[in-house]
């Protein structure tokens, strides 16, 4: 092999990696969300003391719809990682494709991260809350925005080494 295959070949090997990776965690997630999904309406709703109840508060219905949409924009973001992915399997890992990617992953966490909040004032709005539950989507609500902000600096960095790779594809 020469030196170009065998970067090809490392590339592949990579990709393929982690899209077992991006498998296991969109297995891992839809496991995680049906388990939520069957506990919400059969565990823990008639125990106010419990933290589960603190958490979910006594609307399982209307979380388990917030719990939903938050995995359809999850399952988008692992979606358009799969396509990063794909695009490193070729070898083109520093391209418009990745960098457009890596911002799509950008919106969706902060339209998730906007969600939580929403979640906290539909709760307040209904009078059926606690400050665990706030504490919570807040914290959730944070942590999909640093998502966010690591996913836009690799989105902007993709795209600077993509604009160096042409200007330097020019030079030679």
Not at 30 to 41: E, G, Y
Not at 43 to 52: I, K, N, Q, R
Not at 57 to 68: A, C, Q, R
Not at 136 to 160: C, D, H, K, Q
Request: charge should be positive.
């Amino acid at each position: 092999m020469d030196k170009n295959q065998l970067q090809v070949a490392k590339q592949h090997k990579l990709s393929f990696r982690l899209k077992l990776v991006a498998g296991a965690v969109a297995l891992i997630g839809l496991a995680v969300f049906i388990m939520f999904t069957i506990q919400s309406f059969t565990v823990g709703a008639e125990d106010p003391g419990t933290l589960y109840f603190n958490i979910l508060t006594v609307h399982p219905k209307i979380n388990i719809y917030f719990t939903w949409v938050t995995a359809i924009f999850c399952y988008a973001i692992l979606f358009q990682f799969w396509k990063i992915t794909d695009e490193i399997g070729k070898d083109n890992s520093f391209s418009k494709e990745n960098a457009r990617h890596f911002h799509q992953m950008t919106i969706l966490s902060v339209l998730v991260a906007v969600q939580y909040l929403i979640r906290i004032v539909a709760f307040i709005f209904l009078g059926e809350t606690t400050m665990i539950s706030v504490y919570y989507r807040a914290g959730m609500s944070l942590i999909f925005m640093l998502f966010a902000v690591l996913t836009e600096a690799l989105s902007g960095l993709v795209l600077n080494a993509y604009l160096m790779k042409q200007e330097q594809d020019l030079t030679i």
